[in-house]
């Protein structure tokens, strides 16, 4: 039914629910596959709202997985594009699903600590400058390593609404534990700082004044607070961390200019 850049997507013939996604060869391997499908069935384990996964599957050299097909699904992203007339509505209910999320409990003997992964990302962060590095580091020593659930990359494309209204997280390969305000910082750079790339535009599928928009009316309704700016600075602290971690867990040396530019200016600004 569908052809991606991982892989392809099939309807089951008897069974018009269960879907199967099989990745290219060159892009899956049978470990990587089973960590998928066994975080997402520990994350719907936790009662958390995401898409059933099944079966691993191999087909020839390449693997995939049965999952449940969630009929009429729109993204997040896709909603506030076609229509930029709920951006608010719809921040809200990432913010709502937000809050459910950072006040489960996560496994953390299975999902791994988020405060550890930053660590060693900012550790391994050559294109930052090292006073830079310092205060990250020292910021995030001083961190509590909490329990609570973490989506890892928490962001307007990694929610999406059934045809009935009904949200689902997708995505889960960063998932974790830690503080909550990791994620929220990871939002604030996307939707703060990268929003200024034309191809983080194309993306997420909305404008930067779309995306501006879409942070302020988050941050009110996450915050509960119509004058957000401490939620924003807090925000921003984390969004910093989080451009070592975004690099740490998906290289891309061309990129390692730019992140040492955005690094230095959040430092600058709110360290």
Known sequence: MGEGGIGKTYVHPDNPDILLKVNRSSMSDERTVKREVETSQHVFGLGLSTPRMFDIVRVGDAYGYTFERIK?????????????????????????????????????????????????????????????????????EGLDDAPTCLHGDYQTGNLIVSGEGKPYWIDLGWFSHGLPMFDIGHLFLITQIYSQFQRMRDIIHMSREQLLAFWDAFAAAYSGNADHAAFDAEAARFAAIDVCYISYQDPRPEANQMFGHVVHELVEKYY
């Open 72 to 140: 009429g699904k729109k993204s997040l992203s896709r909603i506030c594009a076609d229509d930029p007339s709920r951006i608010s509505e719809i921040a809200a209910l990432l913010a709502s699903e937000g809050r459910k999320l950072h006040a489960t409990t996560c496994d953390t003997a299975f999902f791994p600590s988020h405060k550890e992964g930053a660590l060693k990302a900012i550790g391994a962060a050559d294109f930052a400058d090292e006073a830079d590095k310092q205060k990250l580091l020292a910021f995030v």
